[in-house]
């Protein structure tokens, strides 16, 4: 007891006779803490909007892989999921990448519009204001709440987004859409399918990848069919099959080595 005492009078009159010294210290310490208290707060923040926006993901996403890179994939795997994978119930195909509007980059998304599909649609990007994208319409698109406020658009503007090859896209917003997570709405616009393929110029028998959903059950059970539907669909030649689970881990690795990146993770894997 008497040696912890001496100690602390020790600790005590070094503070008095270094006053300044302490207080640069205790002020690098508060910075230091302060800076990494916030970026933890932020990753975890990521990582929880993150788990968020895959709960409307689909049960398994595929990509073209070419090279050890990701690629587009032909189309012509829709049929061959559907027929040959095992508890399949439908697979969508999806185009998706980046635009921009004056200087803000936006995530551009091309979707199915089909009875099928719509539900689907719906369910992960559900409207607020205005009608969904007419499926009949290569003009007409739908925008997050958080694009709408950024650029101060409502129903009915003109949006003008410039491609990858420097050329002016016109769109004409039908609808504004509030996703239950914040990083689908704070950037994303949507169109359909067939737009989306003219905005990036990519043919009519390519997809940026392919969403498949397998059939209703239970949630003990889900797990099991989706499994053996991803292991079937590896076999086939030139692709890359992810469950929700691995984009999760994608995405946790991802928040933890670039915590400052708010884009749609959703879409970025």
Same mark, same amino acid.
């Given at each position: 007891m008497k040696r912890f005492k001496n100690l602390l009078?020790? *600790?005590?009159?070094? $503070?008095?006779?270094?006053? &300044?010294r302490t207080a640069v210290i205790l002020i690098c310490l508060v910075v230091a803490s302060s800076t990494f208290s916030a970026v933890a707060f932020l990753s975890d923040g990521l990582v929880a909007e993150g788990a968020l926006s895959l709960k409307y993901a689909p049960d398994l996403t595929i990509q %073209?892989? +070419? *090279? #050890?890179?990701?690629?587009?994939i032909p189309t012509s795997y829709v049929n061959t999921v559907e027929? %040959? *994978?095992?508890?399949?119930?439908? !697979?969508?195909?999806?185009?998706?990448?980046y635009g921009n509007v004056g200087n803000t980059l936006? !995530? @551009? @998304?091309?979707?199915?519009l089909s009875s099928s599909a719509l539900v689907d649609q719906l369910a992960a990007y559900p409207l607020e204001s #205005?009608?969904?994208? /007419?499926? +009949?319409?290569?003009?007409?698109? !739908? $925008? #997050?709440? %958080? !694009?709408?406020e950024l650029l101060g658009a409502n129903i009915g503007s003109e949006l003008s987004i410039v491609t990858e090859s420097n050329k002016i896209k016109k769109f004409e917003?039908? =609808? $504004?859409?509030?996703?239950?997570? =914040?990083?689908?709405?704070? /950037?994303? $616009?949507?169109?359909?399918?067939? *737009?989306?393929? /003219?905005?990036?110029?990519?043919?009519? /028998?390519k997809a940026t990848d392919l969403m498949v959903y397998v059939r209703p059950a239970n949630e003990s059970v889900k797990g099991v069919l989706v499994n053996e539907a991803a292991r079937a669909i590896s076999a086939l030649p030139n692709c890359r099959v992810l469950t929700k689970d691995v &984009?999760?881990?994608?995405?946790?690795?991802?928040?933890?080595?670039?915590?400052d990146s708010f884009q749609s993770f959703g879409m970025l894997f």
């Amino acid at each position: 007891m008497k040696r912890f005492k001496n100690l602390l009078n020790y *600790a005590l009159n070094c $503070i008095l006779r270094y006053k &300044l010294r302490t207080a640069v210290i205790l002020i690098c310490l508060v910075v230091a803490s302060s800076t990494f208290s916030a970026v933890a707060f932020l990753s975890d923040g990521l990582v929880a909007e993150g788990a968020l926006s895959l709960k409307y993901a689909p049960d398994l996403t595929i990509q %073209g892989i +070419q *090279a #050890g890179r990701q690629t587009l994939i032909p189309t012509s795997y829709v049929n061959t999921v559907e027929r %040959g *994978a095992p508890y399949v119930a439908r !697979v969508l195909e999806r185009v998706w990448g980046y635009g921009n509007v004056g200087n803000t980059l936006i !995530v @551009v @998304v091309g979707i199915e519009l089909s009875s099928s599909a719509l539900v689907d649609q719906l369910a992960a990007y559900p409207l607020e204001s #205005g009608s969904f994208i /007419d499926e +009949q319409s290569n003009k007409s698109i !739908v $925008i #997050g709440k %958080g !694009v709408a406020e950024l650029l101060g658009a409502n129903i009915g503007s003109e949006l003008s987004i410039v491609t990858e090859s420097n050329k002016i896209k016109k769109f004409e917003i039908a =609808g $504004i859409f509030s996703s239950e997570s =914040g990083i689908y709405s704070a /950037d994303m $616009i949507l169109m359909n399918l067939n *737009a989306a393929r /003219d905005f990036f110029n990519i043919p009519q /028998d390519k997809a940026t990848d392919l969403m498949v959903y397998v059939r209703p059950a239970n949630e003990s059970v889900k797990g099991v069919l989706v499994n053996e539907a991803a292991r079937a669909i590896s076999a086939l030649p030139n692709c890359r099959v992810l469950t929700k689970d691995v &984009l999760m881990a994608a995405q946790e690795k991802h928040t933890a080595t670039n915590p400052d990146s708010f884009q749609s993770f959703g879409m970025l894997f």
